[in-house]
């Protein structure tokens, strides 16, 4: 079943987003050559905690810390630990928090220094193929809508959307139905957003083949070919006037 949440919860849900896309942008900030994933790792679950929120990923069937760090080749799920960053790495990094009852899921690729012309296409591709499938977004339209307008648009770039990982139902939990697939499949049954539905959608492309593997650690995904790897992410609600990003800083005046 698909969770429709009323304007309150979505609320409460963009109270959620904001501490996820400020822990994004600290990150961003950081992520300069030699500072370490782990240096990362405490920095976020930090500002996690400053804000009376607690990181989704640690402790989910036993992740051990608060984000994601995947740099360059890894696609998701990188364990943040002794790895100093590079000029020329592109960084993903991936964060979820709750707040209260409601929870927020969001993630960003950042260069780090500076980098190639082909490592900073790929993230516009992969920014842009979220952006996209965003403004699919409206009541009572099929998911298969929103996964053909992101491969259609990746594979136009001459990149590949990842298979075997797919965006989520969010809510009261981390991961709710539907699977939000970045690709069309028969293997996922197609299914009709209602207004309420709140999605995480997150593209993860490839600059090569979309084939990946997982290393030993049991978490680490990596591509097949050895090549680059972007993923953006945001939590979006459906809404009567298409899709409400949640996972956006605050507006401040002044």
Not at 189 to 205: N, S
């Amino acid at each position: 079943m698909i969770n429709r949440r009323s304007p309150r919860e979505i609320e409460c849900m963009r109270q959620a987003g904001a501490i996820v896309a400020e822990v994004l942008e600290r990150c961003r900030t950081l992520a300069v050559p030699g500072i370490t994933t782990e240096e990362l790792d405490q920095k976020a679950d930090a500002l996690i905690r400053e804000r009376n929120a607690i990181p989704l990923f640690k402790g989910y069937r036993g992740y051990p810390k608060s984000i994601c760090a995947s740099v360059n080749e890894e696609v998701v799920h990188g364990i943040p630990g002794p790895r100093k960053l590079a000029a020329g790495d592109i960084l993903s990094v991936d964060v979820g928090v709750r707040l209260g009852a409601y929870c927020a899921d969001a993630a960003i690729t950042a260069p780090v220094g500076e980098v190639t012309a082909e490592a900073m296409r790929l993230m516009q591709v992969c920014r842009e193929a979220l952006d996209r499938g965003i403004r699919t977004l409206k009541p009572g339209m099929k998911l298969s809508t929103l996964s053909e307008a992101i491969q259609k648009y990746v594979e136009s770039q001459n990149c590949s959307v990842v298979r075997d990982y797919t965006g989520h139902g969010i809510g009261r939990e981390m991961h709710e139905e539907p699977q939000v697939p970045n690709f069309v499949t028969k293997a996922v049954r197609d299914r009709v957003l209602p207004e309420g539905a709140v999605v995480a959608i997150e593209p993860m492309v490839n600059a090569g083949g979309f084939e990946v593997r997982r290393l030993e650690n049991g978490w680490t995904v990596v591509t097949a070919d050895h090549s680059l790897s972007a993923h953006f992410e945001h939590t979006v609600a459906i809404t009567e006037s298409g899709g409400d990003v949640l996972t956006l800083a605050p507006v401040r005046n002044g």
